[in-house]
């Protein structure tokens, strides 16, 4: 359909409606209509009461209560505490002695030396940069500043990473396209030990990259070892670059271009309106992903020691292991100080996203034009770039993944079948207690699907109600995105000893909440606020007027929803129910916690299980979870795509 | 006395909705759908209410025995044959006719039996199997009361098969081992010499070579550390990983990351690894284990012993010991050390265990390992100031 059409359609819609539904009114129908956003807010408020805040409320109030008296205590001792503070320790040991905090920071300054020199800083590349080093007396960040910092650098890699993706999909078109676009977040379910292997497998020395580069008689590079650190915020970059392409390109094909022609109308060149009109339409979405890169990898956990090793450990590193210890007082602590961190940062971003004021009214996104049309525009330095940064793609994610599929049909002797003729074994001859892959792979599908019906509402719900409600609206999303914002520990944790030990209620009642449905609602709560970050920076883009032009027509808050916006950030919604679906498929903590002893696994579970002093058996698992996860993928967009414009 | 029990279940939905069910005290159970609105349906919340009346074993079955264990000894380590437990459980119920071993996998292992005794709700099985020493020093930590009820020695015919050496050294006497294993270095012969002692790995030639474990939560991780404290002392143990730091020598997680990462993808030659490590490589006619080689620096290994208990709360004590009797007999020790590739716990005479088993399973000749007394209030703080060291 061309745009005008879209938008003529669109007007249309508010047009005809409020009539039709006016004939044909029927009170309960109506009412249920009326109500239906109330309703369904209120039952995601209960929901998130229930299996979010009551559950990691029990594990944070360790933090705060010693034997049930209210303390402080426990902050004060990690905030003073150089260790995890560096630093700006000092700072909170007597954050009131104003003067020698300032003479430790003049003192500082005066210390800094710059200089530029030459340096090669690719490995076994012979070329000299220009190299700014910045010589400073050590600052110690302790814990939470190395966090912070490898997470800074994790997002800016993401997003140099990302946009180029996003600026291809949306704006080119190619055989394939559809499809890609479909895979990009696939890196997302892969668990992290799979990651880590697919990496060594990747770059190691012995590795995919390796033997490529030796067909030219180039390496063998020692990737790996060059800079941990740098391969640590690769990784992240896989993880989280994917997330912030989908999340954009979702952006980019909402964009309404008619104004880029009314820009060009009124003399704009092209680059003044791309930079005028279409980048503050996709800025939102940028931001938000990435936001929620900065705070996935300023929790990251099991990739940073896989990769890196316990030198670059995080705070989640040791939550985990003060968790294990069963140290409930100091994990709640550094818990809460890093949900702080996360919520403020979320609740900043959301401030400026509701500020926005969007004049979109229809999705009209740039036409795209085709790749590679003929051989002269292949060759232009435009194409060039693109087919470069292909290449960098082609290593960064399909590499690892790749290499990973090659392990699970190799050993030693080279090619194999046997790891697979395992897992087939396993399933025709296994006894009942132990992991079978159909069963993963059936409770995978059930568990993704029914995940993606209870977020995608709820998600769209909260993006509803906290749209452009100023400064409430940004509070309520703010608590909406707290599973964000949440150590996966913590979560796991108050699970078990909220809802599986179960509560004790007044008059000797036990309320406890295990099996499929908890499964299944608990991926809910960790799905829908990827559902609302997509759908929120499309609907702040809108322009109010519509909503306002329906509803003064008749039409209840509902309708107007479904009628007029839905269909305008339709692809918004796609993306979301895709992230939905594959934070289901990735999620191992709640899964196994919440099926209670009973054998409810899921496909990271049985290749967790499948791990043992033989890699083979869990690799192909790990295989079979991508194959699954990427038809589906595909599925939904499709499926998806029939409501996309 | 007995009360109308109301049950009223769940509205079916495409899942499986899980009924509470408590074995050990029968409770007034109710489940019910919460909600009923489009986001929350068919969400199964479960309200129960205490009863506080015992005897109602209406659903307990006298022969049933909950086992919890690890991961991989249901699912065995080895491509063909039965995993331990499968073998176990049939050899025992065709043994005893009227019981049933049901094993059960806890994620968090051991935490999750600690955290139900210290919320007070029931424990949720009768045996405990793959206990270490430093998983008593843990629950002895987090919990007052006892977890784990002494052993009836005295109810087993074959406790005193257990080889003399293998002690926990636990003051309460509440595990019983039931194979053992060492804690050795693997490396590939190809790519570095033979690591003769602890020092040699601070030479250049193993330097970017050597991976281990974390110590917070890897077994071989800690197990390496505790070595290390055995070795040099406790003065000086941090100086000998500051060493290996400066040798690069890389801290990973767990043992399947580090094996199956930077070590198998030959990012490094040296790892901590068991000493059984060619048992699973040695498949085929002419096996290469060039990359399965085992070395035991200062001619030492460190001894892991496994061991299993039995809960406090449970009423299946008798059934328990019976069964842990039958895992000490000569025909379970040799399937155990088989399947799950450790060594017997019992002594050579009480077990029969084909000589080709020790082509591949190497025991080093001098062990080092630590009893509960020596680990009881000091292993928090050697892993504390260790990780400390590692990360500043």
């Known amino acids: 359909m061309a745009p005008s059409d879209e938008h003529d359609g669109a007007r249309n819609r508010i047009a005809q409606r409020p009539v039709r539904r006016f004939l044909e009114d029927s009170t309960l129908a109506d009412w249920i209509e009326r109500h239906a956003l109330t309703l369904t807010a209120l039952l995601t408020a209960g929901v998130l009461a229930v299996m979010l805040y009551v559950p990691v409320g029990i594990v944070f109030s360790n933090a705060v209560f010693v034997d049930g008296v209210p303390t402080l205590r426990h902050f004060q001792e990690i905030l003073a505490d150089p260790f995890y503070f560096g630093s700006l320790a000092s700072f909170f040991e007597n954050p009131l002695a104003i003067g020698s905090h300032l003479s430790a920071i003049v003192g500082w300054i005066g210390a800094v030396s710059i200089s530029l020199s030459l340096e090669t800083p690719l490995p076994g590349l012979d070329v000299p940069f220009p190299w700014v080093s910045i010589r400073t007396p050590g600052v110690q960040g302790g814990l939470f ?30 055989r394939g396209r559809q499809t890609i676009r479909s895979l990009t977040i696939l890196p997302f379910v892969l668990p992290g030990i799979m990651v880590a292997v697919g990496f060594y497998a990747m770059f190691g020395q012995a590795g995919t990259l390796n033997s490529v580069l030796g067909t030219v008689g180039l390496g063998p590079y020692s990737f790996m070892q060059y800079s941990p650190l740098a391969i640590v915020i690769v990784a992240h970059a896989f993880y989280n670059a994917p997330l912030i392409a989908r999340i ?138 693109i087919v470069g940064y292909g290449v960098v793609a082609l290593i960064v994610f399909v590499g690892p993944m790749a290499s990973l599929v ?96 179960g509560l004790s209620l007044p008059f000797g009642w036990q309320f406890q909440v295990t099996g499929a449905v908890a499964i299944v609602v608990a991926h809910a709560v960790a799905a829908y606020p990827f559902v609302t970050r997509n759908v929120s920076p499309l609907l702040s883009n809108l322009d109010p007027a519509m909503v306002e032009s329906a509803r003064a027509l008749g039409a209840s808050r509902t309708r107007a929803l479904l009628d007029i916006e839905l269909p305008l950030i339709a692809s918004g919604i796609v993306a979301g129910a895709a992230f939905a679906f594959a934070i289901s498929i990735g999620e191992f903590s709640s899964t196994v916690i919440l099926a209670g002893g009973s054998d409810t696994y899921t496909m990271p579970v049985a290749l967790e299980r499948y791990l043992g002093r033989r890699s083979g058996p869990a690799i192909a698992m790990g295989t079979i979870l991508l194959a699954v996860t990427a038809s589906s993928f595909v599925v939904i967009d499709r499926v998806g795509g029939r409501f996309e414009q | 006395m007995p009360k109308v029990v109301r049950t009223a279940e769940a509205p079916i939905t495409a899942f499986k909705t899980t009924r509470c069910h408590n074995r050990v005290m029968q409770r007034r159970t109710f489940v019910r759908a919460v909600g009923g609105g489009a986001a929350t349906a068919g969400l199964a919340g479960c309200l129960t209410r205490e009863n506080g009346e015992d005897g109602e074993n209406g659903e307990e079955d006298e022969g049933e025995l909950k086992v919890a264990t690890y991961s991989s000894f249901v699912e065995g380590e080895l491509e063909d044959g039965d995993s331990p437990a499968e073998w176990l459980k049939e050899a025992f119920e065709a043994e005893y006719p009227d019981t049933e071993i049901n094993w059960t996998v806890p994620e968090e292992g051991l935490n999750l039996y600690i955290q139900q005794a210290q919320q007070e709700s029931d424990v949720d099985a ?75 790995l601070l030479e250049d030639e193993y330097e970017n070579e050597f991976v281990v474990q974390n110590a917070q939560d890897s077994d071989p991780g800690q197990a390496f550390l505790l070595w290390t404290i055995d070795r040099y002392g406790e003065d000086d143990y941090l100086d000998y990983w500051q060493d290996l730091q400066d040798n690069g020598v890389m801290v990973g997680d767990s043992w399947t990351d580090t094996y199956f990462g930077p070590y198998e993808n030959e990012e490094r030659s040296v790892i901590v690894s068991y000493s059984t490590d060619q048992v699973f490589h040695a498949g085929g ?96 703080g050697w892993v504390d100031d260790w990780e400390q060291t590692i990360v500043q």
């Open chain 1, 248 to 385: 954009t390109v979702a952006a980019w094909e909402s964009v309404d271009t008619r104004t880029v022609e009314t820009a060009r109308s009124l003399g704009a060149n092209r680059r003044r309106a791309f930079l005028d009109v279409v980048v503050p339409q996709l800025l939102p979405a940028v931001f938000t992903g990435a936001l929620l890169t900065f705070i996935f990898t300023f929790m990251t956990f099991p990739i940073v020691l896989a990769l890196g090793g316990l030198e670059l450990a995080t705070v989640e590193v040791w939550i985990y292991d003060r968790m294990r210890r069963l140290d409930y007082a100091e994990a709640a602590t550094l818990a809460i100080l890093e949900t702080i961190l996360s919520l403020g940062l979320t609740y900043a971003y959301l401030r400026y996203e509701s500020a926005q004021s969007g004049l979109s009214r229809a999705a009209s996104p740039p036409g795209r034009e085709k790749l590679f049309p003929d051989l002269r525009t292949a060759l232009s330095p435009k194409r060039l770039a």
């Open chain 2, 285 to 380: 006619d002419d096996p290469d284990l060039t990359r399965n080689q085992i070395a035991f620096p200062d001619d030492q290994g460190y001894e892991n012993h496994e061991g299993m208990a039995v809960f406090a709360d449970s009423t299946k004590t008798e059934l328990a010991h019976n069964f842990m009797d039958f895992v000490l007999t000569s025909e379970a020790q040799a399937a155990i050390a088989e399947k799950n590739v450790q060594f017997p716990a019992v002594a050579d005479e009480f077990v029969d265990l084909e000589e080709s088993f020790y082509d591949y399973a190497y025991e080093p000749e001098e062990s080092v390992t630590f009893t509960y007394d020596e680990l009881d209030g000091n292993l928090n």
């Open chain 1, 145 to 174: 500043g190395f966090t912070a910092y490898q997470a800074v650098l994790s997002t800016i890699a993401s997003l140099a990473l990302g946009l180029p993706a996003a600026y291809v999909l949306a704006n080119y078109e190619f």
């Open chain 1, 406 to 501: 090659i392990g699970g049909i190799t050993d030693s002797g080279g090619f194999t079948l046997r790891h697979y003729s395992f897992l087939l074994e396993r399933q025709v001859d296994g006894a009942d207690f132990q992991t079978q892959p159909y069963p993963a792979i059936r409770n995978s599908l059930l568990f993704g699907l029914g995940t993606l019906l209870i977020a995608v509402p709820m998600g769209v719900v909260v993006s509803v109600v906290t749209a452009r409600a100023g400064r409430s609206g940004a509070i309520i999303d703010t608590l909406a995105m707290v599973p964000l914002a949440v150590s996966g520990v913590v979560f796991g944790i108050g699970l078990l000893q909220g809802l599986v030990f």
């Open chain 2, 126 to 200: 009768d045996l405990f199997l793959g206990l270490n020493v430093d998983d008593l020093v843990h629950i002895d930590d987090n919990l007052d009361e006892q977890l784990f009820e002494p052993i009836g020695r005295d109810e087993l015919e074959n406790a005193n098969r257990i080889r003399d050496d293998i002690d926990f050294g636990d003051p309460d006497d509440r595990v019983l081992p039931y194979d053992t294993g060492y804690i050795s270095l693997v490396y590939d012969e190809s790519a570095v010499e033979t690591p003769e002692t602890f020092d040699d």
